[in-house]
Nanobody
Framework: VQLVESGGGLVQAGGSLRLSCAASGLLFSRRGMGWFREAPGKEREFVAAIKWNGLNTDYTDSVKGRFNISRDNAKNTVYLQMNSLKPEDTAVYYC???????????????????WGQGTQVTVSS
């Protein structure tokens, strides 16, 4: 199983980035997917999640209205569109795949079994 994130980088406050996570080696279309982030000196936190069929999404309060999670099951890829970025969004962003199939949305990191290597997002003020 492999999850590969891409799309991170350096952006000014107010800018946008689109993260992608390409999955292989798992039944992607049957698993919920999540995005988490980890800032220096802080614990990894939930950012967004999407149900296996794409019909339900969930976001942490601090990104609601700014971030959008989506998925393309034909491409085995999940996306995180990040708009109106703030310096406090600076972190390493990780995508993760649910530990089981056909489940609802999960916010807990221990509900995810497979993780990518992370991609750095830096927002300058």
């Amino acid at each position: 199983v492999q999850l590969v994130e891409s799309g991170g980088g350096l952006v000014q406050a107010g800018g946008s980035l689109r993260l992608s996570c390409a999955a292989s080696g798992l039944l992607f279309s049957r698993r919920g997917m999540g995005w988490f982030r980890e800032a220096p000196g802080k614990e990894r936190e939930f950012v967004a999640a999407i149900k296996w069929n794409g019909l339900n999404t969930d976001y942490t309060d601090s990104v609601k209205g700014r971030f959008n999670i989506s998925r393309d099951n034909a491409k085995n890829t999940v996306y995180l569109q990040m708009n109106s970025l703030k310096p406090e969004d600076t972190a390493v962003y990780y995508c993760a795949a649910d530990r089981s199939v056909y489940r609802g949305i999960n916010r807990r990191s221990d509900e995810y079994l497979y993780w990518g290597q992370g991609t750095q997002v830096t927002v300058s003020s």
